[in-house]
């Protein structure tokens, strides 16, 4: 028998990979999760020849408790080699105690781990979407419905499973996907409101990592990407170009309006432009022929209220900032009204998945192509193996009469109302014409300090410190700014 057949959990086994790819929020919430061992609960371990056929030796048993990834890498990384030489099995020892493991006992204990991140978000999650009361009583019992791994669906530009939307609870770091699924949004709604293309786009956070990824390069050439958006903006005027970037894990927001050549920075930090921004924005619009998009000179500061010392909300603020280029009575965000502007981010992108489950997949006649202006003869494209991977850029369609956009608008004015503050945009917050700040270049922005989160055990729990129980309630996250990036291992 072939090793990884011989050491892959069996599908109907509970808590194989299998097992967590249908669970749903609902019974992610009630199953009893198996305690986790903090690194260094084995003590020992040796591999075996015997195969093993007991409960004990190939489930996990009731009350059991799970070796620490850190623990089980290790043999992990050496059972195939063991396996070639004859083992079929490990000894371990814990709390003085040999037991032995089947191998395919390891990569169970390896799935739990892995997926501990996943339960912890969507336990997160559904007691918080349940407290909060912002779905309809229909719409909630069909999230509990949902698979707490099944991918987001309805956007072009990302795709992630619905448990990371827990990102959006308490003052946690945004997923980046999950910012980039706001700016479709945010697009896709204001794009119904004609039937011309639009023009405002809300760039992903791909065009600045690429924009600026070339322009440090020394390239003379675009990448197809950047390249159709010049297309799209020749073809149709734009009142508004805005764009998010993600660097040192901390977003900031950009508007640019073309009519007073006008570049605005929106940071929740306070921090300053980072240097290369200006000029690689430049040449991105240098880019452009036939005028129309004049070059700012430098970088103005956006009306962006800051965000509190304890505060992950960069990400929400830096929407914000995009969306109050857009509207005339913009809802505006600060750190105290953080919280309904992640709960009305949280029901929109929920709201919208439902609605987009009324169909079997996404539907290519929900599009249609805004128009493109031919491609100039001296335009370069490109040619390097390391140029940029590309992205699907929603801003190059508009939804037609048949997109779910028009169900989505529809059915969010039916949920429980977040009723966002709104207030009167200052004077650099509209298209009005102010002088720019010219920012000078800075080598590198300071990191974004992440800790990780804390786990709050019920009252009961065990108090041993050297394990990590999630069998009893719901987990709870502390409200301070976290990025959780768990190891995964490819099983």
Not at 430 to 453: C, D, E, N, R, W
Request: net charge negative.
């Amino acid at each position: 028998m072939k090793f990884s057949d011989y050491a892959t959990p069996h599908s109907s086994l509970k808590y194989s990979s299998e097992y967590f790819s249908a669970l749903t929020f609902e019974h992610a919430h009630s199953i009893d999760y198996p305690v986790i061992g903090k690194p260094g609960f084995i003590t020992a371990w040796c591999f075996d020849s015997n195969e093993p056929a007991s409960a004990s030796s190939t489930l996990v048993q009731p009350g059991e408790v799970v070796p620490h990834m850190d623990d089980l890498l290790p043999i992990s990384r050496a059972m195939e080699l063991a396996y070639a030489k004859g083992s079929q099995s490990v000894v371990v020892t814990f709390d003085g105690i040999a037991v032995i493991y089947h191998f395919s006992k390891i990569r169970l204990l390896l799935v739990i781990n892995n997926n501990r991140p996943a339960i912890i978000g969507a336990r997160s999650l559904y007691s918080h979407i349940i407290a909060s009361n912002i779905l309809l009583p229909s719409d909630l019992d069909h999230f509990k419905t949902l698979r707490i791994r099944a991918p987001v669906t309805g956007f072009q530009v990302t795709q992630f499973p619905l448990w990371k939307l827990a990102c959006l609870l308490g003052e946690t770091w945004l997923e980046e996907d999950v910012v980039n699924a706001l700016l479709e949004l945010l697009y896709l709604e204001n794009a119904t409101a004609t039937n011309n293309d639009p023009t405002f786009i809300a760039l992903p956070t791909s065009f600045a990592q690429d924009m600026r990824y070339l322009f440090e390069a020394g390239s003379d050439a675009y990448s197809s990407n950047l390249s159709l958006l010049h297309r799209r903006l020749r073809a149709v005027p734009m009142a508004n170009i805005s764009f998010v970037t993600c660097e040192n894990d901390h977003f900031s927001g950009y508007r640019y309006f073309p009519k007073f050549s006008s570049l605005r920075l929106g940071d929740s930090m306070g921090r300053p432009s980072s240097g290369d921004i200006l000029p690689a924005f430049n040449w991105f619009i240098d880019g452009i022929s036939g005028g129309g998009y004049p070059a700012p000179e430098g970088v103005g500061e956006g009306h962006m209220p800051l965000q509190g010392l304890q505060s992950g909300s960069c990400g929400i603020a830096s929407v914000n900032f995009v969306t109050r280029g857009e509207l005339s009575d913009p809802p505006i965000w600060d750190d105290v009204s953080s919280p309904l502007f992640r709960n009305k981010a949280l029901q929109d992108i929920i709201v919208y998945h439902l609605t987009v489950q009324q169909t079997v997949s996404f539907n290519l006649n929900w599009l249609v192509q805004c128009a493109l202006a031919p491609l100039e003869k001296s335009e370069v494209l490109i040619d390097d193996p390391y140029q940029p991977v590309g992205y699907n850029d929603y801003n190059l369609y508009r939804p037609t009469g048949t997109h779910l956009i028009h169900a989505f608008s529809a059915k969010i004015r039916t949920q429980p109302l977040i009723a966002l503050p709104r207030g009167t945009p200052k004077r650099d917050d509209s298209q009005l014409s102010a002088s720019s700040i010219p920012v000078p270049p800075i080598s590198k922005l300071p990191a974004f300090s992440t800790s990780a989160p804390v786990i709050i055990l019920p009252a009961d729990a065990d108090d041993n410190d050297d394990i990590i129980d999630l069998s009893g309630s719901s987990p709870i996250i502390s409200p301070q700014p976290t990025k959780v990036e768990p190891e995964i291992i490819n099983l």
